[in-house]
């Protein structure tokens, strides 16, 4: 099926570790961007592209990198693992990054221990 | 900077009941994008409705109403007749047309519970 596919669902991770979440989207959507979901913050804006090639910070970007080397694919990589990163990850692709139509994986639960 | 506001954190109803979840934006663009989605407890989002900002007519789909008010800088949602599979986490979002900063900005949530 079309759609954003996140991986893992779930992880856990020491305090330190480096680890990568996967989003692929086959929807040939320009804009991705990834945000991370905490209790009562709503969703924040981590990183997004408007292409290939093409990154930019968002909201709460640090201890975060991200690369675009295919329209498909938007790897979110943690360089050292710390509890506040403990959250629930979403990556969200669209055709049109204003009008929305934004297409959301299900979403990674990232525990840092 | 644009901003989402939803000042109710949560709401609890009883089944039938009307619920109304507030919305407050602010964005200085003109021409911007609102939105709402739905989380239920399974956690995947789920788009309900977009709106532009030269669109001020009210929608209605089944049970569901939106009232865009761009006077009070408002996008309210309307749940008529509540049932228990409504209860969700309710997110209204905004999208301005700043070219290539232009991104998706949330607000907290609101945590519609409907009791049986």
């Known amino acids: 099926n079309a759609g954003v596919t996140q991986t893992p669902k779930f992880q856990v991770l020491k305090t330190g570790q480096s680890m990568t979440l996967q989003c692929a989207q086959d929807m040939n959507h320009e804009y991705m961007s990834w945000y991370r979901q905490d209790p009562g913050m709503g969703l924040r804006l981590i990183h997004y592209?408007?292409?290939?090639?093409?990154?930019d910070q968002g909201e709460v970007p640090n201890g975060y990198n991200v690369s675009r080397s295919t329209t498909e694919d938007f790897p979110l990589r943690l360089l050292s693992a710390a509890p506040s990163q403990t959250s629930v990850y979403f990556c969200a692709s669209s055709a049109n990054r204003v009008m929305g139509g934004y297409t959301f994986g299900s979403g990674t639960r990232l525990t840092v221990v | 900077a644009q901003k989402v506001t939803q000042a109710q954190t949560e709401i609890s109803v009883v089944e039938k009941e009307d619920v109304t979840l507030d919305c407050v934006y602010e964005t200085r663009d003109t021409t911007y994008y609102l939105f709402w989605y739905k989380q239920p407890p399974s956690g995947e989002l789920v788009f309900l409705i977009r709106r532009n900002s030269f669109d001020e007519q009210n929608e209605i789909s089944g049970r569901y109403s939106w009232n865009f008010q761009k006077s009070t800088s408002s996008f309210n949602f309307t749940i008529t007749a509540s049932q228990v599979v409504d209860s969700a986490v309710y997110f209204c979002a905004l999208s301005e047309y700043t070219g290539a900063n232009s991104k998706l900005t949330f607000g907290k949530g609101i945590t519609l519970s409907v009791r049986p």
């Open positions: 592209s408007v292409g290939a090639g093409i990154t």
